[in-house]
């Protein structure tokens, strides 16, 4: 059988930036370790006033068919995966597909465009729709583009402000991929939930709290849904673990839940046993409120431990170098996450190839999703093209006054003039809109 997986990967942040600890916390009157140790961020991305979901995507799209030197025949398929769209209709692929015929000979009439949405589990499902639409013998010998794009930004004033981020992911699905490749091993974790929605509205209605609940909840039922297919799995079997990330500080709390679930009934089970004692097992308490009790002892024990924190660092917390730096990017905030890994393997020089990734990706709503990935040879080369970091470098550092201008004109409730605070430099820029309110966009030199 033919694998099918990630052949390129291209990552694009917004141009500017917003220092958390030194320039937002003061103004919320707060604690800057609020910011670094309890949220765990340090910096948020935002896109310029010329940059939008299309302009990122088709940055991302440009750069990765640069560098993988492919033609638009060479694809045929589009999908983006979003939850800041502008356009209920029209849907982002086309902006981007017009963008990137604007400078390659030829054109993506037949390639098949769609966009995705459930919240930011999306980008994963459009990765799946794309292996299986080349599983089923589909494409032609093409590629399929996915790209994942998002505005991640809350109402002035929202808790949900301090983790906002805006970027994009472009990701090439192909036969004998250069990267990873996805294996068939999934689960599921699927309810209809009412914690983080956007009813025709561009910021998000978010009850925050809960929404770190069901995050965990979805994600303990996705977890047992793979293991039905794939089998029990152990601290050892992946290298790392991305997980989606609206903010370090919740996937701080998913793995403690995660690694609780792996060592259960394994000899790590008996090892910490002779310091903290064995998990507690429901059938041993009268009521759920007593276990539920036990269970928090358990974890906050477990917290502690030698065996718990070596496994986190070294599976989890590479996952969280870039996201710390962004903040969330909704739909390409796990694909960031699985990238930080990779490069984190790249500079320790870690030999990869042959090892497993556990995928955790979420959307509100809510759903999450765990699969399996198995990392090829090319991953490193590809890695290191990545120039995330020349990147995230060249941001401009807002001021909080131009913060709030910059959050207002990507509001699109309000109208209003701000000059950019950077030069394009050979990308995609919005120029203003149409005729018939279409978005409208050229390819500044
Ligand atoms: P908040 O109420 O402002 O923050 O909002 P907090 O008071 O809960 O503090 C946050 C953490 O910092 C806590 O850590 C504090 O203890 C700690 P925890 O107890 O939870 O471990 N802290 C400090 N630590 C050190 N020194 C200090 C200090 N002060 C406090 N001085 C909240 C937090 C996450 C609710 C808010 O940011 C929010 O509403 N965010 C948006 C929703 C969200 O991100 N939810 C995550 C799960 S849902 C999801 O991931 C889906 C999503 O991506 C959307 C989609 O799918 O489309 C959001």
């Known amino acids: 059988m033919t694998a099918v997986g990630i052949d390129a990967m291209e990552i694009w942040t917004g141009k500017l930036q917003l220092d958390l600890p030194n320039t937002f916390a003061p103004v919320k009157g707060d604690d800057p370790e609020k910011y670094t140790k309890g949220l765990g961020l340090e910096k948020s991305s935002f896109p310029d006033v010329y940059e939008d979901i299309v302009t990122m995507g088709a940055n991302a799209a440009k750069r990765l068919m640069d560098r993988k030197d492919l033609s638009p025949e060479d694809v045929g398929r589009i999908d983006v995966a979003t939850e800041s769209a502008f356009d209920h209709s029209k849907p982002v692929s086309t902006y981007i597909a017009g963008c990137l015929e604007q400078v390659y000979d030829g054109d993506f009439r037949h390639a098949n465009k769609g966009e995705r949405k459930f919240a930011c589990v999306a980008g994963t499902q459009a990765i799946d729709d794309a292996y299986n639409w080349i599983k089923a013998g589909r494409n032609r010998d093409k590629a399929a583009l996915v790209v994942a794009t998002d505005t991640a930004l809350y109402e002035r004033g929202d808790p949900g402000e301090a983790t906002q981020g805006a970027g994009a992911?472009?990701?090439?699905?192909?036969?004998?991929?250069?990267?990873?490749?996805?294996?068939?091993?999934?689960?599921?974790?699927?309810?209809?939930?009412?914690?983080?929605?956007?009813?025709?509205?561009?910021?998000?209605?978010?009850?925050?709290?809960?929404?770190?609940?069901?995050?965990?909840?979805?994600?303990?039922?996705?977890?047992?849904?793979?293991?039905?297919?794939?089998?029990?799995?152990?601290?050892?079997?992946?290298?790392?673990?991305?997980?989606?990330?609206?903010?370090?500080?919740?996937?701080?709390?998913?793995?403690?839940?995660?690694?609780?679930?792996?060592?259960?009934?394994?000899?790590?089970?008996?090892?910490?046993?002779?310091?903290?004692?064995?998990?507690?097992?429901?059938?041993?308490?009268?009521?759920?409120?007593?276990?539920?009790?036990?269970?928090?002892?358990?974890?906050?024990?477990?917290?502690?431990?030698?065996?718990?924190?070596?496994?986190?660092?070294?599976?989890?917390?590479?996952?969280?170098?870039?996201?710390?730096?962004?903040?969330?990017?909704?739909?390409?905030?796990?694909?960031?996450?699985?990238?930080?890994?990779?490069?984190?393997?790249?500079?320790?020089?870690?030999?990869?190839?042959?090892?497993?990734?556990?995928?955790?990706?979420?959307?509100?709503?809510?759903?999450?999703?765990?699969?399996?990935?198995?990392?090829?040879?090319?991953?490193?080369?590809?890695?290191?093209?990545?120039?995330?970091?020349?990147?995230?470098?060249?941001?401009?550092?807002?001021?909080?006054?131009?913060?709030?201008?910059?959050?207002?004109?990507?509001?699109?409730?309000?109208?209003?003039?701000?000059?950019e605070f950077t030069a394009p430099d050979g990308e995609f820029v919005f120029t203003g809109w149409g005729r018939m309110n279409e978005r409208k966009y050229e390819f500044a030199e």
Do not use: C
Not at 327 to 335: E, F, P, R
Not at 357 to 369: D, I, N, P, R
């Open 169 to 419: 992911v472009a990701l090439l699905i192909d036969e004998d991929p250069d990267v990873l490749e996805l294996t068939g091993d999934q689960g599921y974790g699927s309810m209809d939930e009412t914690d983080f929605l956007k009813p025709n509205q561009q910021f998000p209605s978010v009850d925050g709290k809960r929404s770190m609940q069901v995050y965990l909840a979805r994600m303990r039922e996705a977890w047992e849904d793979y293991e039905s297919i794939a089998g029990k799995i152990e601290p050892d079997d992946f290298a790392y673990s991305p997980f989606h990330t609206p903010f370090p500080g919740m996937v701080r709390k998913a793995g403690l839940f995660a690694y609780r679930r792996l060592v259960r009934n394994t000899p790590v089970e008996d090892d910490l046993a002779e310091t903290i004692g064995r998990q507690p097992r429901e059938q041993d308490y009268e009521d759920r409120d007593a276990y539920e009790e036990a269970i928090s002892e358990y974890m906050d024990e477990l917290k502690a431990t030698d065996l718990y924190q070596n496994w986190y660092a070294g599976t989890v917390e590479p996952t969280l170098e870039l996201s710390r730096n962004v903040g969330n990017w909704y739909t390409g905030s796990v694909h960031i996450a699985r990238a930080s890994a990779l490069r984190h393997a790249a500079e320790m020089d870690k030999d990869l190839a042959g090892e497993k990734l556990l995928v955790a990706s979420y959307g509100s709503g809510a759903q999450a999703e765990i699969h399996s990935e198995v990392v090829v040879d090319g991953w490193r080369e590809e890695i290191e093209a990545l120039n995330i970091d020349e990147q995230l470098e060249s941001r401009y550092d807002l001021t909080f006054d131009e913060y709030e201008q910059v959050h207002n004109v990507h509001d699109y409730d309000k109208d209003v003039e701000v000059e």
